[in-house]
């Protein structure tokens, strides 16, 4: 991600936190913590939510990816707002043993 990208957000402030970026590496997602936030890429849109991509992109076995419910996104937005390599701000929500994917709120898009 550029330094020039422009953001966009419901709330201004969620751009004073800190975002990060998880490196591609296997079995990175077992350092993911509820409540960070972290940088996203969204990988497909459904009615229902998003979903993203979080690591790990080109390595099918090893991608870290997860679900964004249309209730966890942004007031007024839905998921037909969002394509394929968008950028998205999320927070770690759920990463039940049940899901299949981790569970994430949206807090930031980039355009």
Known sequence: MSDTQHT???DAAELNHEYTRLPNEPGIEQTMAYGTRYWAQVNGTQPY???????NFA???????????????P???TPDEYVPRDEV???????NEQHERP??????HLT
């Open 8 to 10: 966009t957000t419901t």
């Open 49 to 55: 939510g998003v979903f993203v991509t979080l690591a």
């Open 59 to 73: 390595d099918r076995d090893n991608e870290v990816c997860g679900f964004i419910h249309e209730t966890a996104l």
């Open 75 to 77: 007031p007024l937005r």
């Open 89 to 95: 701000g999320v927070m770690l929500v759920d990463k």
């Open 103 to 108: 569970r994430f709120e949206m807090v930031a």
